[in-house]
């Protein structure tokens, strides 16, 4: 069992790693490596998702649509495969390889995040999601809860409304026939909020007072760090700062995250069944850290200059470093760590079994 | 110990006073039942113990309360719930998380309470209740039985010293009900606890009940004492009861084996000949036929070859164990589902062929919950849309009764421009009805309409259907309350696993059957005998 | 004014601003002097970024939003709120339905303009994230999609000046403000996410392969990936939130405030005590 902020935190490795590159080749390595944690996660995956798109289906449908998008829009490339006639908007022009390219990469990284996202989608139930939320935001959580819990009940009771106009004589047949089930449901569904927060009350959830996260002192600090996070972006941007900008905007993040956490701790509150932190959840999380900061900044020795791949404006063979290659091994551990989990447990029946036959 | 002293309260913008210079002492430890006529302030009086009124519900108090020597007006709520646990009447609206384990766990988390000894409470409290192996199950896949019993381990979770409850059971199946109901008593014969609880179905726990409370409808002048002092005053009893106080039987029975020791005395020397049933003569045309049904679900048969009649002016109930197929049968006789095989008639005309607004104008279906029905501004305008829906000018026009006059019928013409979903719950039913029945349908069918009504209510529910069954409806109705079924029906049916297993009067049917006799029949066996009045009828 | 509003309207501007700023960031980016050939590493962080402030920027509003404390009452109305919207989500997703025809918004809407800018604000983004949880499409969309449907919410309150001044209330009238304020919504819902796809889809190319770009130009190019891709789409949208509102406002309406005073009030109970009686009083 891997915790949910461990793969959280693949997940936001993996959101980095594939905004940063345009290089085929480590793109494909990636790709493989989700493709298998996303096999490893199988026996864990729980059934939660009623309208599930495949990811194959989704990257199939994207990469097409992005590369025939960029190919006919964008005329830019010196190997031209075609011309289309000039007079026709937008796409009057030079139809190259490069531009078909850079949409297929593109299409390539957008099926990446999906697919990286059904991962997390597929094994985290949804407790373990809403857990996710920080305690400063826990009257959000709390929202959360009582939604996701009352889905099936207020499903039932449309069920039941929809049978009870039947039965005087309603039948559906135009938009304003909606009215009498929806109505109903609004007025139950208030009448029942009301039910619930006086049995809330009763098991003494008074309304959260989070007052001490909105004192003037944490406003102000918000404030500084919301300026400090323009100021930082701009430096970057306007007056091409990199580093001296990305230290003020880290800063102005660091001081919300601070504001934030602190907030959190004010919410008197505990957890029933923490889950715990593991050894595996380390390696997780230190295996998504190098590839993200390889990828994300500079190193001395290092040359990165492989990441920046850019098929404009002629179509050459991508470069490639085996370090980096290596360092993208990072987002594979969690389905190493699931698969050797997966075979133990495996090992351990046979064992049992052999045992037993003895 | 509970104590109220003058204690008044008015709702925010009420013209009356919901409480009127209460004064009550309840001492600790007992199993007090507060009984009284809808509307009474029951509701109201439990909810002054945590400090619901007034700090939930606003308005204005006057007196003085004492918990445990904790003054709820003073103290919050949120004080309150460490000593006073409450649990209500809808097991659907009370729960924040999806499963039961973490629902209980949920207001401890929320008390900042260490996790260590978290686990014990919730441990504790899962044996209390017998929860243990539903603990991890997802609240929506359990009974409502099962439910309340959440709720109030729930409720537990804080160990308090006090347990009110403001009817639990109304919304529950009588084997439901049960389990609550002893869960309750074990509560409170092993652990001492003070449960308070506002019940309508005396009958199942006035064994266990230490000390009745009863409020009259004005909201003032409670009395209080033990059961076989303040029984007598009162009208809502169970059938036992009123039979005693008729015949003056010594001391007063709470249960049937007492009341048995009582009855065998008092037959003594008497001979009586068993009550002649009338049979009832039937015209010849069925209004309503079902032959050979059977319907699934997922698959499974739930209703099996099912044959049905039902004749004009009769009244016929359809009892039987929870799962055995009459919701849905009831359902599948006006086309809301359709069965896999079978034919049904209603007024000449096959289910099969038309869709449900049609059926439905000649037959009225109550649905379980009324609730659903009700959407409109006034009780007219409900009356008004079904008229609409089927195309009926609401005008006295051929077949359709004039919505005033079902209105008066109905007891709700001084409520015509009233929001229907401010009534009481016996009121909204009869809107709902008003609504069905504007069509002037020559059936009713009733699902489960007892439920949630206190005695008055049903009284009068039970005159009209009789009204309406005199004129020449043919009445069906599905419910588990035997009393009714003794009280009102021509004709009981009892089905067991999808089939009919028995067909004929009450007598013959309910009489003699453990499961399904009413509390005189089980005083009186081998009479025929099912009410008070049977009883008292044969003395004459 | 007191402090704390002050800070709150600071807070809810700087937001907003930075919000903006960074979701136009596509057009006004390449009109600014970029010659150094470090420019294709920055395109690529810049997505990154503009992701971190957008996020850093909800979380702030959400914060603020909280605010001192939100009652028992309005948490468990948001919660059923919720729930009914992501079951209007569930039928949206699951059925065919023309375009970006979506029937989440009316209530959205509605909700924010009775209940006031918070339950707006909190209805539009939990609508998004309890339907993303329950359908398992929790995405990298979904901050966006939170943020601009809690946007939604926030401002629909602006609509009742309008109705206030014309005396609309209870009229048609009060539901045509809204449907209009729906139809505008409609689009800009589409025009904001599609300003988050666009740089994925076509790459920060255009811009660093031919420096010194025009905003003129750049506004054009994404006009052109606008009508192509999302016109019709935002377009459907748009029109049904006119016809969801126009069909269902009023009675939703009076629904909606009829609760209002149930759950917003704060009463303070009046109290007039007794002195507390003796235990050997008993009745």
Redesign the interface.
């Known amino acids: 069992m891997i915790h949910p902020v461990a793969w959280l935190a693949w997940v936001s490795a993996m ?2 790693t594939l ?4 290089n085929p080749l480590y793109l494909g390595l990636i790709l493989v490596w989700i493709a298998f944690v996303t096999i490893a996660i199988r026996p864990l995956a729980s059934a ?6 495949s990811p194959v289906r989704f990257a199939l449908v994207v990469v097409t649509l ?1 590369t025939v ?2 190919g006919i ?2 005329h ?1 490339g010196r190997t031209v495969l075609f011309r289309l006639p000039g007079f026709l ?2 796409l009057g022009g030079i139809i190259t390889l490069e531009a078909l390219a ?2 297929f ?2 299409g390539v ?2 099926s990446g ?2 697919a990286a ?1 059904t991962v ?3 094994v985290l139930p ?2 373990a ?2 857990r996710l939320i920080p305690q ?2 826990y ?2 959580a ?17 069920q ?2 929809r ?9 559906v047949r135009g ?2 026939d ?3 089930l ?30 001490r ?2 004192s ?1 002192q944490a ?2 600090t ?2 500084a ?3 400090l ?2 100021g930082g ?1 701009l430096l ?3 007056w ?1 700062q ?1 580093l001296l900008g990305l230290t003020v ?1 880290l800063t ?2 660091g001081l ?1 995250g601070g ?2 956490w602190l ?1 959190g701790r004010q919410v ?7 889950q715990p932190w593991a050894r595996n959840d380390w390696s997780v999380v230190l295996g998504a850290g190098v590839t993200a900061m390889t990828f ?1 900044f500079s190193w001395p020795g290092l040359d990165r200059s492989s990441i ?1 791949y ?1 098929p ?2 002629t179509l050459v063979w991508p470069g490639f470093h085996p370090i980096l290659a290596v360092a993208t091994l990072g987002l594979l551990v969690p389905g190493l760590l699931l698969l050797r989990q997966r075979n133990d447990t495996i090992g351990r029946v046979l064992r049992r079994m052999v045992a037993e036959r003895a | 110990m509970i104590t109220f002293n003058h204690v008044s309260y008015t709702y925010p913008d009420a013209s009356q006073p919901a409480l009127r210079q209460i004064n009550l002492h309840l001492p600790e430890g007992e199993f007090t039942l507060v009984v009284g006529p809808s509307g009474a302030g029951k509701s109201t009086l439990l909810r002054c113990i ?1 400090g ?1 009124v007034p ?2 519900s606003g308005g204005t108090i006057k007196g003085s309360i004492s918990v445990n020597s904790l003054d709820p007006i003073q103290a ?3 004080v309150m ?2 000593h006073v ?2 649990v ?1 009447q ?1 097991p ?8 039961v ?2 629902e209980i ?11 260590q000894e ?2 014990i409470r ?1 441990e504790e409290v899962l044996d209390l209740l017998d929860l243990a192996a539903l603990r991890q199950r997802r ?2 896949t359990l009974s409502g039985g099962e439910r309340q019993r959440v ?1 109030i381990a ?2 537990l979770a ?1 160990r308090p010293q006090v347990l009110v409850l403001d009817e639990p059971t109304s919304q529950l199946d009588p084997k439901s009900a049960e389990d609550v109901l002893q869960a309750l008593v074990r509560l409170n014969s092993d652990l001492g606890l003070t449960i308070l609880l506002a019940e309508h179905r005396l009958e199942r726990v006035l064994p266990f009940v230490d000390r009745i409370v009863y409020l009259p409808s004005n909201g003032s002048e409670v009395i209080s004492g033990p059961p076989r002092e303040i029984l007598p005053r009162i009208e809502l009893n169970p059938p036992l009861v009123k039979l005693a106080q008729a015949l003056n039987w010594e001391p007063l029975p709470l249960t049937i084996k007492e009341g048995r020791r009582l009855s065998q005395q008092w037959s003594e020397g008497k001979t009586f000949s068993p009550k002649q049933e009338v049979p009832t003569s039937q015209p010849d045309k069925p209004y309503l036929q079902a032959h050979n049904v059977e319907i699934l679900y997922d698959n499974q048969p739930v209703v099996r070859g099912v044959d049905l009649k039902l004749w004009p002016g009769e009244i016929v109930a359809l009892m039987g164990r929870n799962g055995a197929g009459k919701t849905t049968l009831l ?1 599948s006789l ?1 086309g ?1 589902i359709r069965p896999k095989r079978g034919q049904i008639t209603v007024a000449n005309q096959d289910v099969a062929k038309s ?3 049609q059926i ?2 000649y037959v ?2 109550l ?1 379980q ?7 409109a501004d006034t009780v007219l305008d409900e009356l008004l ?2 008229l609409r ?2 195309g009926i000018q609401a005008g006295g026009s051929a077949g359709a009764i004039s919505p005033q006059e079902l209105l008066e019928r109905l007891g709700l013409a001084d409520k015509a421009h009233l929001y229907p ?1 401010d009534l009481s719950t016996g009121e909204r039913q009869r809107v709902a009805l008003g ?2 029945m504007v ?1 002037r349908p020559g059936a009713l069918l009733l699902d489960e309409p007892t439920r949630g009504l206190d005695y008055l209510a049903k009284r009068r529910l039970l005159e009209l259907l009789k009204s309406w069954r005199d004129d020449g409806m043919a009445i069906l109705l599905v419910t588990h309350d035997v009393e009714l079924a003794a009280a009102a029906a021509d004709r009981v049916l009892l089905m067991s696993q999808g089939e009919v297993i028995a067909n004929g009067t009450p007598g013959n049917v309910l009489g003699s059957s453990p499961l399904f006799a009413p509390q005189i029949a089980r005083l009186f066996p081998n009479t025929g005998w099912l009410s008070v009045n049977d009883v008292l009828e044969s003395l004459m | 004014m007191k ?2 509003q002050l ?2 309207i ?2 809810y501007t ?2 907003t ?2 919000g903006a ?2 979701f136009l ?1 596509p057009f006004w ?1 390449p009109a ?1 002097p970029q010659t ?1 050939i ?1 420019g ?3 395109a ?6 503009l ?3 957008v996020g ?2 909800f ?2 509003l ?3 939003v ?8 309005l ?10 919207n ?2 209007l989500r569930f039928a949206e ?2 059925t065919p339905t023309p375009g970006g025809l979506s029937p989440i918004f009316f209530l959205i809407v509605l909700t924010g303009y009775v209940y006031g800018s918070r339950v707006g604000f ?1 209805m539009g983004a ?1 609508t998004l ?2 339907s993303a ?8 969309w979904l901050p966006y999609q939170m943020f601009t449907a809690g946007w939604v919410g926030m401002s629909a309150p602006l609509c009742r000046p309008t109705v206030w001044l014309l005396k609309g209330e209870g009229k048609w009238f009060e539901v045509a403000v809204l449907a209009i304020f729906g139809a505008f919504w409609g689009l800009v819902y589409g025009i904001i996410m599609n300003i988050w796809f666009w740089p ?4 920060p ?2 811009q660093y ?2 420096p010194g770009i025009t905003l003129v130009e750049t506004l054009e190019r994404y006009a ?2 606008y009508l ?2 999302s016109l019709i789409w935002d377009a459907m949208r748009s029109v049904g939130n006119i ?1 969801f509102i126009l ?2 406002g009023l ?2 309406l009076r ?2 405030r ?2 209002h005073k ?2 917003t009030f704060d009463y303070q109970p009046i109290y007039e005590p007794l002195p507390p009686i003796s235990i050997k009083e008993t009745v």
């Open positions: 959101l980095v905004s940063m590159t345009r939660t998702s009623p309208i599930p798109i992005s998008f960029n829009t964008v830019v908007p937008i850079f949409g990469l593109n990284v957008l995040i999906f996202f997390l989608n597929r949804i407790q999601i809403v400063a935001f009257p959000v709390v929202v959360v809860s009582i939604a996701v819990s009352f889905v099936p009940a207020t499903l039932h009771q449309f039941q409304i049978q009870a106009q039947a039965v005087r004589g309603h039948r938009l304003r909606w009215l009498p929806i109505v109903p449901l609004l007025v139950g569904g208030l009448e029942r909020a009301l039910q619930l927060a006086e049995a809330m009350t009763a098991r003494g959830f008074a309304s959260t007072d989070t007052q996260a909105n003037v406003q102000g918000i404030i760090g919301l300026i996070l323009l972006w970057r941007l306007m091409g990199a905007l102005g993040v919300i504001t934030v907030a008197p509150r505990t957890v029933y069944r923490p994300l920046f850019y404009y404006p | 945590n619901l700090h939930f919050t709520p949120q719930s460490r646990g409450f209500f809808d659907e609206a009370q729960f924040v998380v999806d499963r384990e973490d766990a949920f207001a401890l988390e929320n008390a900042a309470m260490p996790p978290m686990r919730v609240l929506d709720a729930a409720a804080f359902k006006v809301l869709d449900v607004a439905c104008r009225g279906y649905p919950d009324p609730n659903a029905l009700l959407f849309i079904t829906n089927h979903r609504a069905i069509t | 402090k704390e800070l709150s600071v807070i700087l937001t601003l930075i700023v960074a960031y980016q600014l150094n470090m294709q590493a920055h690529n962080d810049a997505a990154l970024i992701t971190l402030l850093i920027c979380v702030v959400l914060l603020e909280q605010g001192q404390s939100i009652s028992t009452k948490i468990a109305l948001l919660g059923i709120l919720v729930s009914i992501t079951i997703v699951a909190l939990l994230f309890v949880l329950i359908t398992g499409t929790v995405g990298p994925f889809a076509t790459g190319t255009s392969w031919e052109v990936f192509a891709t016809i069909a269902f009675p939703t629904a909606l009829r609760f149930r759950f």
